[in-house]
């Protein structure tokens, strides 16, 4: 198949790009490389990159597409509030108008990289995709908006679905240290501290990036029935964890390491577990090839052979926010913008 994936150059993009061209599919990546340079391993190449803003793309970019995978994006809360118009632009309306004309291009199917974070402060009780939605910030409001706006275009000829990920972790060749996982990990690593900024108590359904990318390859191969116009959670019921249960596997890998309450951001509003029933019943044959535990085995591995330090921890490649305040002018943003 012909496969456009927007966002390629992302955290969970290289991942896709790779097993995209492994299983013998043409890939067509759409980026605008915000975080060019911050790779900390080669990257996949597509067949084809693009290095356009999503905002710019034009029906003539997706024609002969198979299929449209969604990832570009302002990708977390703290990113969403920097700018929330912006948030909802790029997020939102550049994702309807992208599903637009890729139905205008004959492409059949569209997968939006939504999330869990809909869910918001869902609490202790698992929540399915029945659950009211609870968007706590800018950016969950942007994902439940395409959601909604997209499912008006879905039709016989155009099968779309919204992948509702849990939070991402692990290693990547384009790696993130904003996440909480890979945060406590690499604070650890780096600091020989777990540096918890809330109480630890907040749940989080937890997901190897590899395995977000695994999962749309599912999507990609599954039956339109299967799929059409669902909203399906991305991850594993036993991926559920407290902030807190993280920190303790932590410190099985980092026996040195205190863990530190510094009680910075109080209480973290956003709390929800996650049921992954839905999945496991439409698309059975897709199984999560990492548990917690394996995947921050290969993290704390990956870090110890690139020498993790405490100026990698601090500084701008690894963290997302970082880096794009000082490239806002890509998005067309003057600097002084908040
Ligand atoms: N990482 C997670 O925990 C997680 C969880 C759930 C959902 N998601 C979603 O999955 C997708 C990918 O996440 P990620 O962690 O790889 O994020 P990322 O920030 O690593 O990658 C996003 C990519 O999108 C590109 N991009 C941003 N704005 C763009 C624009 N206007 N035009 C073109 N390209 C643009 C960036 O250059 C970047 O390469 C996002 O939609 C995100 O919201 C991520």
């Known amino acids: 198949m012909n496969i456009f994936v927007t966002g390629h150059l992302g955290y969970i993009g290289v991942h896709l790009v790779e097993l995209l061209k492994k299983a013998g599919h043409s890939v067509t990546g759409s980026d605008l490389g915000l975080f ?6 080669p990257l996949p190449k597509p067949d084809r990159d693009l290095r356009k803003d999503v905002r710019d793309l034009e029906e003539s970019d997706l024609r002969g597409h198979d299929a449209v995978c969604h990832l570009a994006a302002i990708s977390n809360d703290p990113m969403g509030e920097l700018d929330p118009t912006l948030t909802q632009r790029v997020n ?27 869910y918001g402060g869902g609490g202790d009780k698992a929540l399915d995709e029945t659950a009211p939605l609870d968007p706590l910030t800018e950016y969950a409001r942007s994902k439940i908006e395409t959601e909604q706006q997209v499912a008006k275009l879905a039709d016989d000829r155009f099968t779309c679905a919204y992948l509702r990920n849990a939070t991402a972790y692990g290693h990547s060749p384009m790696l993130r240290i904003d996440l909480v996982v890979n945060n406590l990990l690499a604070c650890a690593v780096s600091t020989n501290e777990v540096r918890i900024m809330s109480d630890g108590s907040p749940w989080r359904p937890l997901i190897h990036c590899r395995d977000i990318a695994r999962a749309f390859v599912a999507f990609l191969n599954a039956p339109t029935q299967a799929i059409q116009n669902q909203a399906i959670n991305v991850g594993g019921n036993t991926e559920n964890f407290r902030v807190r249960d993280v920190a303790d596997q932590v410190q099985k890998l980092v026996p040195s390491a205190k863990i530190r309450y510094t009680g910075e951001v109080g209480h973290d509003p956003r709390n929800y577990r996650v049921s992954f029933d839905k999945l496991n019943r439409l698309i059975p044959d897709f199984k999560l090839h990492y548990t917690l535990a394996s995947g921050m085995r290969e ?5 110890l052979d690139h020498r993790f330090s405490i100026d990698d921890f601090t500084g701008d490649q690894f963290t997302r926010l970082r880096t794009l305040k000082n490239r806002t002018h890509l998005l067309g943003l003057t600097p002084t913008t908040k």
């Open 36 to 41: 060019e340079g911050c790779e900390w391993e």
């Open 92 to 118: 939102r309306d550049a994702s309807v108008r992208l599903a637009e004309l890729a139905k205008a291009a004959k492409v059949k199917r569209f997968l939006f990289s939504s999330s869990c974070s809909v």
């Open 299 to 303: 993290l704390h591995a990956k870090l």
